[in-house]
């Protein structure tokens, strides 16, 4: 089946803003956080969507998009279950990355670096500050796992709700939990005319970030 367009012919030319050494902040974490402040405040479709891309022990890639839920100097939060694809591959490779893009602002930031679990306390929280359903779905769902058919999801949602309606607090699943990346390496892009974008890289040297412009 044909296309109706040629898609070696779509481009768009980005001529939004700039990305200086001398705009840049010298933290890169503070830099994130102005950018994706910027993007909620922009109205951005899903500003914390991001692609993690996670190894097998081995060595095939893969990827999906999951929510970022947390950042600061020690690293970036998401939580999934433990058993599905990714959390297996990052048992197997505990090194990942993380990539935004923000297309309104014609921006993407690459992160890198080694995963670490989050603390059982810290899943709870976060665990009990979601809707009951999306507590009950986690049960459910046997993540990643072959089905015969979404009814199996229905009876398994059906289950779990049953079992848990007369508890004030649902309990976080013992294979459900976070994740935080700890960065060595940050990538701003920051597209430009021309394709000649701005990307301005740091990475993790001796404790400290140093500062890199790359070629686009």
């Known amino acids: 089946m044909a296309l109706t367009h040629n898609i070696a012919d779509i481009r768009t030319n980005y001529t939004k803003q700039a990305l200086t050494e001398d705009s840049v902040a010298k933290d890169p974490v503070q830099q994130f956080k102005a950018w994706l402040e910027e993007a909620i405040q922009s109205e951005v479709d899903e500003p914390t969507a991001?692609?993690?891309s996670t190894v097998s022990a081995a060595g095939k890639p893969s990827a999906r998009v999951v929510l970022l839920k947390g950042f600061n100097e020690q690293g970036f939060k998401f939580y999934?279950?433990?058993?599905?694809r990714k959390g297996q591959?990052?048992?197997?490779?505990p090194y990942a990355s993380l990539t935004f893009f923000w297309p309104a602002l014609e921006r993407q930031v690459r992160v890198e670096g080694k995963v670490e679990k989050a603390s059982p306390e810290d899943s709870d929280v976060?665990?009990?500050?979601?809707?009951k359903g999306s507590q009950i779905g986690a049960w459910a769902s046997p993540q990643s796992q072959v089905i015969d058919k979404r009814e199996v999801l229905e009876q398994r949602e059906k289950q779990y709700t049953e079992q848990f309606s007369h508890v004030d607090q649902v309990p976080r699943p013992q294979h459900?939990?976070?994740y935080v990346l700890v960065p060595h390496y940050i990538e701003?892009?920051?597209?430009?005319?021309?394709?000649?974008?701005?990307?301005?890289a740091f990475e993790l040297e001796t404790n400290d970030w140093k500062i890199k412009r790359l070629a686009p």
């Open 89 to 93: 591959e990052l048992a197997e490779n």
């Open 80 to 84: 999934t279950n433990y058993q599905s």
């Open 176 to 178: 459900w939990g976070g």
């Open 50 to 52: 991001l692609v993690l």
């Open 126 to 131: 976060y665990f009990h500050s979601r809707p």
């Open 188 to 200: 701003f892009w920051q597209g430009r005319p021309s394709r000649l974008h701005d990307r301005i």
